[in-house]
Nanobody, 119 residues
Framework: QVQLVESGGGLVQPGGSLRLSCAAS????????MGWYRQAPGKERELVAT???????NTADSVKGRFTISRDNAKNTVYLQMNSLKPEDTAVYYC?????????????WGQGTQVTVSS
């Protein structure tokens, strides 16, 4: 019914770039606002970027000017281009609707993709 599949993470040096992808299916469609979230070890999950169904975007202050969210509605896919990565960007990154999807009595999350920024 609901699938969120994130990919594109990895190990990158400070200053490097990564592009994350998220394929959504099931009840999630192009009418949903989408977001990228991240959770670092020992910290709560935080919202880093959002995109409306019409393409309007917002990014958290901590990543503003470095991260760009986009979407391809035909593919029901959301992207996060991450540039000038810093060690503090290390986290598991998740995509979801904005706000997070609550469906059939529970919240849905994908498996996430690990991003590690280290020299």
């Amino acid at each position: 019914q609901v699938q969120l599949v994130e990919s594109g993470g990895g190990l990158v040096q400070p200053g490097g770039s990564l592009r994350l992808s998220c394929a959504a299916s099931g009840v999630i469609s192009s009418v949903n606002a989408m977001g990228w979230y991240r959770q670092a070890p020992g910290k709560e999950r935080e919202l880093v970027a959002t995109i409306s169904s019409g393409g309007r975007t917002n990014t958290a202050d901590s990543v503003k000017g470095r991260f760009t969210i986009s979407r391809d509605n035909a593919k029901n896919t959301v992207y996060l281009q991450m540039n000038s990565l810093k060690p503090e960007d290390t986290a598991v990154y998740y995509c979801n609707t904005d706000p997070p999807l609550y469906y059939d009595g529970r919240y849905y999350w994908g498996q996430g993709t690990q991003v590690t920024v280290s020299s």
